[in-house]
C-alpha cells in the first residue's frame, strides 16, 4: 500500500477529502524571464518537456496520487455503472449523398468510434465501408478526417495516433473495398478536398525527432496528391515562405471548376484566393483580403461566387461575388444581415436552406438563390439544428436537431414541399420528458445581458442547496448551442442542475459579441462566469459550496481564472486542457494562432501586463484555501500542450492552503479530447463525476 493510500484510510471517518493529501515532491529550477523590466520566475518550465525522464516520473506520480484517491471513491463503481447504462445506446449521423451512393456513421452504443456505412436506399441498413475500431487495438487510433470523391469511388481518410493533431492518410476503393498505396504523412488542420483522381490537403514539413508535439508549428503548405503516386512526388500548390506563422486550406467548388484557398493568420478572419481550373496556366487570384473578416464559398453561379462573410455585417450576410470584380462594393446582397446570426447556408434542391442562431438556438429558413424568401423549416422546438446534408440538384435533404433534455433527431427534409419527418431517433435509457431546459438572461458585471440555459428534473425545489455544473467557453467565435450530453444524465438523475452560459467572447451575437471578449476585454468572459454564479445563488437556485465549474481548452483557461479570482464562489474546479501560462502559450505548437483572441506579451507592455493579470499560472496567491480541483489533460494534446496543465497544478499544489483535494488526471496515449477509447471516455467522466459528488457531499442514487 503507498503511503498516500495509508494516509487516506488511516482518517476512518469517511470524510478523507478534507485531510491533507501528500502531493508528489516538484522541484525548481532558477528560469526567468524580463520583460519590459519585469522579471517572472518560472521555476516549473522544466515541466515543457514532455518527453523527458523526469517529467514521465513526475507524470507517474501524480496520476498514483489522483487514482488513488480517485479509487477510494466509495460509489465510483456505481457511477460508472449507470454511465456506461446510458452511454450505451444507439447512435447516427444525418445520411449525405455522392453520386448514387448515401454514406451514414453508426455507432452500437459503446464502439469506441462509429462506424461509416454506404447503401443506395437510406431507408435500408448500409455496409460497412470503414470501421475505425480495427485502427488499433487498444482504441487510440482514431479517425481523424475524410473525404468521398464526388464520383463516389474513392474514400481518403486520415487518422490521428493517441489523439495528435498529426494525421496519417489513407485511401480506399469504394467498389472494391481495395485498400490502395497512397500512404501521406505529416498532415495537420487540414481537409481532403476531392478533384478527378487525387486530392488537395494541407501539411507541415517534418518535425525533427523528439519535438513532434510540442515545436512551434510553421510554414503550412497545400498539395495535390495524384492517386497512385508517392507523396514525394504530390505538385507544391500553395504557400508563402515570407509568413511562416499563416495556415491555408484548400476548397473545391461542386463542379470542380474553381480551387479555392483559405489563408488565416492569428485572428480569426482570413483571405481568400482562388483558380480557374479550366483554364490552363491560370493563377491564383486574391479576392478577399485578409484578416479582419470571414469569408466562406458555399458554390458558384454562372461564374460568380457566392460567399458567406461578416465584411460589413457582423452577424454575417450572403453575397454575390464577381470574382474578376471582386472588391465589396461591387457585391450583390443575397441574404442581407439581420438581427439573427447566419450560421451557414447550403444548396439543396435548387434553393438555399441557410441556418439562423437565435439567442443561441436554431432557426432555418428556404429561401430562392436570389434571396426571395420562401418559407421557414418548423423544426421541433429549442435546440440546435446541425449536419444538414443535400444535393443542390436533389429535393431532399436530411438534418438533426437536439436539445439539451433530447439526444440527436435525424429529419429527413423535401425541399419543394418544405416537409420535414422523422427519419430516425435512438433510444435511450433516459426519459427526456422528466427534464426541463429554461433559458434566462441575467446582467454582468457591466450591466450586458447574457444568456444561461439551465437543465433539471422537473418539480426541483429551488431552496438555494441544489447542486450546480456550470459549464462555459467564452472565446474564438465559438457558439454553445443547445447539445444533448449524455454525461450530465447521472448528475441530472441526482437533483443537479446542468447550465450552460453563452459568455462574450463566443459567437453567439456575432462578432462584436466576440470581439467583447478578447484581448483587452478577456475579463468581461470571467466576469460573465462569475455573474452566472451569483446568479443561480441569488435565485436560490444553489450556493457557493455546491457550484462546479467546467471547460475545456480555453474553457479551462476560464475555469482557472475565475477559481482564482473568486475561490469563494465555487465549491469544485474542473479545468480540462487549459491554456494556463498566458506569457509562453504562442511559443507551441499552434499557439501562435490564438494571438487574435489573447494578444501576446510581444504586442506591448500594455498586453503584457494585462495577461499577467489573469493568467491562471501567474496569478495564484499563497496560502488562499482554492475549490476542490482536478485539472485533466493529456500526454499527447499538442493543441494545448500538456505543460500548461503541469506548471498550473504544480503551483496550485505549493501555493493552496487548506483541506480541498488539488489534483491532476494526466491520459496517456490521448490528445486534445481525441485518441481515447470508450473505455477510456468512461473512465474519465466516471473520475470527474466521482469527484464532484465526493467533493459535494453527494451520495449518488442510482
Not at 487516506?8 to 526567468?32: I, N, Q, W
Not at 511562416?244 to 476548397?251: D, L
Not at 428534473?457 to 450530453?485: A, C, H, I, Q, W
Not at 479551462?556 to 477559481?563: D, H, I, K, P, Q
Amino acid at each position: 500500500m503507498s503511503a498516500f493510500l495509508a494516509a487516506l484510510f488511516s482518517c476512518g471517518d469517511g470524510k478523507d477529502k478534507k485531510m491533507v493529501l501528500e502531493y508528489p515532491h516538484t522541484k525548481k529550477v532558477d528560469a526567468r524571464d524580463t520583460l519590459y523590466g519585469t522579471i517572472v520566475e518560472d521555476p516549473y518550465r522544466w515541466l515543457e518537456h514532455d518527453t523527458a525522464r523526469d517529467v514521465k516520473a513526475w507524470v507517474e506520480a501524480q496520476n498514483e496520487v489522483t487514482f488513488g484517491y480517485l479509487e477510494s471513491i466509495p460509489f465510483r463503481d456505481k457511477v460508472k455503472e449507470r454511465l456506461t447504462d446510458v452511454w450505451n445506446y444507439p447512435r447516427y449521423s444525418a445520411p449525405f449523398k455522392k453520386n448514387d451512393l448515401y454514406f451514414y456513421f453508426h455507432n452500437d452504443g459503446l464502439q469506441d468510434y462509429s462506424v461509416l456505412y454506404m447503401t443506395h436506399d437510406p431507408e435500408k441498413d448500409g455496409e460497412v465501408l470503414l470501421d475505425p475500431n480495427g485502427f488499433s487495438e487498444d482504441g487510440t487510433v482514431s479517425l481523424a478526417s475524410m473525404g468521398i470523391s464526388d464520383n463516389g469511388k474513392y474514400l481518403a481518410y486520415g487518422i490521428s495516433r493517441g489523439g495528435s493533431d498529426w494525421n496519417e492518410v489513407f485511401v480506399k476503393d469504394i467498389e472494391t473495398g481495395e485498400m490502395l498505396d497512397d500512404h501521406l504523412k505529416w498532415i495537420k488542420f487540414s481537409g481532403i478536398s476531392w478533384q478527378g483522381d487525387g486530392f488537395y490537403y494541407s501539411r507541415y514539413d517534418a518535425p525533427e525527432e523528439g519535438a513532434e508535439l510540442s515545436a512551434s508549428n510553421e510554414y503550412h503548405k497545400v498539395y495535390y496528391h495524384q492517386l497512385g503516386t508517392s507523396q514525394k512526388d504530390d505538385r507544391l500548390v500553395y504557400w508563402n515562405p515570407q509568413e511562416p506563422r499563416r495556415n491555408y486550406t484548400a476548397g473545391i467548388t461542386d463542379d470542380e471548376r474553381f480551387l479555392i484557398i483559405y489563408e488565416s493568420a492569428a485572428s480569426q478572419g482570413n483571405a481568400m484566393y482562388y483558380k480557374d481550373l479550366e483554364l490552363e496556366g491560370s493563377n491564383f487570384h486574391r479576392i478577399a483580403p485578409g484578416f479582419d473578416h470571414q469569408y466562406r464559398v458555399v458554390d458558384h453561379k454562372d461564374g460568380h461566387f457566392i460567399v458567406r462573410t461578416n465584411y460589413g455585417a457582423p452577424r454575417y450576410r450572403l453575397v454575390l461575388m464577381d470574382p474578376h470584380n471582386p472588391d465589396p462594393e461591387h457585391w450583390q446582397d443575397i441574404l442581407p444581415e439581420k438581427e439573427s446570426v447566419l450560421r451557414g447556408a447550403t444548396l439543396a434542391g435548387g434553393r438555399i436552406v441557410a441556418s439562423y442562431m437565435e439567442d443561441a438556438t436554431s432557426r432555418a429558413y428556404v429561401y430562392e438563390v436570389n434571396g426571395t424568401l420562401l418559407h421557414e423549416i418548423e423544426l421541433p422546438g429549442i435546440g440546435s439544428l446541425g449536419g444538414f446534408s443535400g444535393d443542390k440538384e436533389d429535393n431532399e435533404g436530411f438534418y438533426t436537431f437536439s436539445s439539451y433534455n433530447m439526444p440527436s433527431a435525424i429529419y429527413r427534409y423535401d425541399v419543394e414541399d418544405n416537409r420535414s419527418e422523422l427519419f430516425r431517433r435512438s433510444e435511450i435509457d433516459f426519459n427526456s420528458d422528466d427534464y426541463e431546459t429554461r433559458q434566462i438572461f441575467y446582467e454582468s458585471k457591466d450591466g450586458t445581458k447574457v444568456p444561461m440555459f439551465i437543465t433539471y428534473k422537473k418539480g426541483l425545489e429551488m431552496d438555494g442547496n441544489n447542486p450546480v455544473y456550470l459549464y462555459g467557453y467564452g472565446g474564438f467565435n465559438v457558439s454553445l448551442t443547445p447539445r444533448f450530453r449524455m454525461t450530465m444524465i447521472p448528475f441530472l438523475e441526482n437533483g443537479g442542475i446542468y447550465a450552460v452560459v453563452n459568455l462574450r467572447g463566443g459567437g453567439e451575437y456575432g462578432e462584436e459579441w466576440h470581439q467583447a471578449g478578447t484581448k483587452l476585454q478577456k475579463q468581461n468572459v470571467f466576469d460573465d462566469f462569475i455573474a452566472a454564479a451569483e446568479y443561480l445563488i441569488d435565485q436560490d437556485y444553489t450556493r457557493p459550496e455546491r457550484i462546479a465549474i467546467a471547460g475545456g481548452s480555453n474553457g479551462g483557461l476560464l475555469v482557472g481564472a475565475c477559481m482564482i479570482q473568486r475561490p469563494d464562489l465555487f465549491g469544485v474546479a474542473l479545468p480540462a486542457v487549459g491554456v494556463m501560462d498566458m506569457l509562453r502559450y504562442h511559443k507551441f505548437t499552434i499557439g501562435w494562432h490564438w494571438a487574435g483572441d489573447y494578444g501576446t506579451v510581444d504586442d506591448s507592455e500594455e498586453m503584457f501586463r494585462y495577461l499577467l493579470g489573469y493568467s491562471p499560472l501567474h496569478t495564484l496567491e499563497k496560502g488562499v484555501e482554492y475549490p476542490a480541483t482536478m485539472v485533466t489533460t493529456a500526454d499527447h494534446d499538442d493543441r494545448v500542450v500538456p505543460a500548461h496543465s503541469f506548471k498550473f497544478i504544480a503551483a496550485l499544489q505549493e501555493m493552496h492552503e487548506g483541506q480541498n483535494p488539488v489534483l491532476i488526471r494526466i491520459e496517456t496515449k490521448a490528445g486534445h479530447g481525441a485518441g481515447k477509447s470508450t473505455e477510456m471516455m468512461i473512465e474519465e467522466t466516471t473520475d470527474v463525476l466521482s469527484f464532484l459528488f465526493y467533493n459535494m457531499d453527494i451520495k449518488p442514487k442510482f
